[in-house]
């Protein structure tokens, strides 16, 4: 199993701010960093391609603005295309302004999480994000901007997330302020969320009247930190979902009862 981060709106993070911010997870999570790549366009045209250098040639490419968009990664035999990465997109090359991280699903990575979810906090102004588990690495990957069908929920519509980006869709971005994309272990939403009409009552009222409903905890003054336990994931996407303020979700069809053959 793998985790992802994703974070939205991230668009006032200088890319030199990034490559720390970057250093810092590999440090967090305790993971090798063996390689980078910045994006580049091919020639004149729309096409870009990933570009890959050491990552000790990375920072010099940053200075010079070679490099707008980046990823680094840990590539380990047996895993594609990496068994970790983190990645800096703008909107260029097709793409939006967001964050986005891949790591291995550990026992012991909860306080790592944690930790780097405040130092996320600490170090860039952004306005949602969520972090998420899936069974493949790049499922984790695509999840992130909503690309290639992938859902991690089987009440979860694959195609709707990325209409809502900015960037070449030129999408609403709901999940800034007034919506969210799904609900996952790990939220992290604004002021604005906790606003959120909810059945008759706001989503903060709503959350902190039920303790199978997860916990809050304030990050800074703009910023709360959403935990919800695995048990109860189900049922609360279940209920915010019929309730109208999830992105992606669709109810699921009642399973046709088989017939028996006379």
């Not at 990645?87 to 793409?95: A, D, I, Q, V």
Request: hydrophobic content about 35%; overall charge neutral.
């Amino acid at each position: 199993m793998y985790t992802g981060i994703a974070i939205y709106n991230s668009k006032e993070l200088s890319p030199i701010a990034a490559y720390e911010l970057g250093s810092l997870f590999f440090s967090v999570f305790d993971i090798t960093i063996t390689g980078a790549g910045y994006y580049k366009y091919i020639k004149n045209g729309d096409d870009h391609d990933l570009i890959e250098i050491p990552f000790s040639e990375l920072k010099e490419k940053i200075l010079s603005q070679e490099a707008t968009a980046f990823r680094i990664y840990c590539e380990q035999e047996n895993y594609t295309p990496w068994l970790s990465s983190f990645g800096y997109t703008t909107n260029e090359f097709g793409s939006f302004y967001h964050i986005d991280a891949q790591f291995p699903n550990k026992i012991d990575n909860h306080e790592k999480i944690i930790s780097f979810i405040k130092l996320l906090v600490d170090k860039i102004k952004f306005s949602y994000g969520v972090i998420y588990d899936s069974d493949r690495v790049t499922k984790t990957f695509y999840y992130a901007t909503g690309n290639n069908l992938v859902n991690i929920y089987p009440y979860e519509n694959p195609s709707v997330f990325k209409r809502e980006t900015p960037g070449r869709f030129n999408g609403k971005e709901r999940y800034n302020d007034n919506m969210l994309r799904m609900v996952y272990l790990y939220n992290i939403i604004n002021n604005f969320h906790l606003k959120i009409n909810v059945g008759n009552a706001n989503l903060k009222q709503w959350i902190l009247g039920n303790k199978e409903h997860g916990s809050l905890e304030k990050l800074n003054d703009e910023l709360w930190l959403w935990k919800v336990e695995k048990t109860y994931l189900d049922e609360i996407n279940k209920f915010c979902g019929e309730a109208g303020i999830l992105i992606a979700w669709k109810a699921q069809s009642p399973k046709k009862i088989a017939r028996k053959l006379p």
